[in-house]
């Protein structure tokens, strides 16, 4: 979406923060297109190869390996929804392969039917962003994996203990972890819960004929594709949305222009990160989300309260930019972000047969 090289970029520190802006700014000084004068296509290519970059093959560190073992695992735990509170809550419940790692809701709804704060964004991605959730207060899909647990509106557990004590019930964990962690003589725990879906999810990455594209395959893009990148590019949506994620590496202020909700139509106002920080530089920040897959994961911001891509797209030109977009602006991008949209895993859209068992909702432990 588009955000202006007029904003305050927010990464991780205010170091960060500065240098980031002064590069976003010295590369539109360099490289904006001027309205009226269309870009050759090679020429797009060029721009583009130096904004973004093909996703890569899966989101492994040396801190999160992945292994098979560990893979497995997680993939059967993203999908089991007898660790929740009431044995309704999966992290699959949230973030559903059929909605491209979405749940087509405005708010998602965890244990009990509770409501949560804020929209599920899509898990397809997730591990190459630089923090989680849409005000940072996740470090990583591990953190997020593991304070899922005991979040109320998520798994609600009311401890970490019990939501242990219901995965240690379940014939066949405990042979998997001890395989996916054969150093550690405990190995069901919540780190290792947080580990082995975190290797799931670093498999989860959906190239798409984008990532084709930016290898130097021309005509992986339409015309109108293309035209529709050149324009992302041109009034300023890349200075935010850049990278292999399409955006997810910094934080931005929602309504640099006009406040947001004036546009969005929302209920009620999201301070965004400042609740986190209490930082007055942070209201209304939030992350800036990855486009991959936008136009499968409707609908959109912090709160779903737009539930159209086209619209989104006005919405971000207005209250970033000040821009009104026409008709013909707004096919463009939203060709250009179409592209974005990537083959699911197969990991993904085939759910794991799970270990045997009837959920039991209090379990007592006996030692």
């Known amino acids: 979406m588009a955000i202006s090289e007029r904003s305050h970029c927010r990464t991780k520190t205010v170091d960060q923060s500065i240098a980031t802006c002064a590069a976003v700014s010295l590369f539109a000084f360099l490289f904006t297109f001027h309205p009226g004068s269309a870009a050759p296509d090679s020429d797009i290519l060029k721009q583009a190869q130096q904004v973004f970059s093909p996703l890569p093959s899966n989101a492994a560190t040396s801190e999160f390996p992945i292994t098979p073992e560990r893979v497995e695992l997680g993939r059967k735990l993203f999908f089991d929804p007898r660790v929740s509170a009431d044995g309704t809550v999966s992290c699959a419940r949230c973030h559903q392969p059929a909605l491209y790692g979405t749940d087509g809701l405005a708010l998602p709804r965890g244990a009990h039917d509770k409501v949560n704060p804020r929209n599920a964004?899509?898990?397809?991605?997730?591990?190459?962003?630089?923090?989680?959730?849409?005000?940072?207060?996740?470090?990583?899909?591990?953190?997020?994996?593991?304070?899922?647990?005991?979040?109320?509106?998520?798994?609600?557990?009311?401890?970490?203990?019990?939501?242990?004590?219901?995965?240690?019930?379940?014939?066949?964990?405990?042979?998997?972890?001890?395989?996916?962690?054969?150093?550690?003589?405990?190995?069901?725990?919540?780190?290792?819960?947080?580990?082995?879906?975190?290797?799931?999810?670093?498999?989860?990455?959906?190239?798409?004929?984008?990532?084709?594209?930016?290898?130097?395959?021309?005509?992986?893009?339409?015309?109108?594709?293309?035209?529709?990148?050149?324009?992302?590019?041109?009034?300023?949506?890349?200075?935010?949305?850049?990278?292999?994620?399409?955006?997810?590496?910094?934080?931005?202020?929602?309504?640099?222009?006009?406040?947001?909700?004036?546009?969005?139509?929302?209920?009620?106002?999201?301070?965004?990160?400042?609740?986190?920080?209490?930082?007055?530089?942070?209201?209304?920040?939030f992350k800036v989300p990855s486009l991959r897959n936008v136009a499968m994961s409707p609908p959109y911001f912090h709160d779903g309260s737009v539930n159209s891509l086209p619209q989104a797209v006005r919405t971000m030109a207005k209250v970033q930019l000040g821009k009104t977009l026409d008709d013909d602006d707004v096919n463009e991008l939203v060709a250009f972000l179409q592209s974005l949209t990537g083959k699911l895993p197969d990991e993904l859209v085939n759910a794991p047969i799970l270990p045997a068992s009837a959920f039991e909702a209090t379990i007592t432990n006996t030692k």
């Open 121 to 285: 964004p899509t898990i397809l991605n997730a591990a190459i962003q630089f923090a989680e959730h849409w005000r940072g207060d996740r470090k990583n899909v591990e953190d997020q994996a593991i304070q899922a647990l005991i979040g109320s509106p998520s798994f609600g557990n009311a401890d970490y203990a019990s939501a242990m004590s219901k995965l240690k019930a379940i014939p066949g964990y405990s042979e998997m972890f001890a395989k996916a962690f054969p150093d550690e003589q405990d190995p069901v725990n919540q780190q290792n819960w947080g580990k082995a879906i975190g290797a799931y999810e670093r498999t989860l990455m959906t190239p798409s004929r984008f990532d084709d594209y930016l290898k130097g395959s021309q005509d992986a893009l339409s015309p109108v594709e293309q035209q529709g990148l050149r324009k992302f590019m041109e009034i300023g949506c890349s200075t935010c949305h850049s990278g292999p994620g399409v955006g997810g590496g910094m934080y931005q202020k929602f309504g640099i222009m006009e406040d947001y909700w004036k546009e969005t139509g929302s209920k009620s106002i999201d301070k965004g990160r400042f609740d986190v920080t209490h930082d007055a530089n942070d209201m209304y920040v």
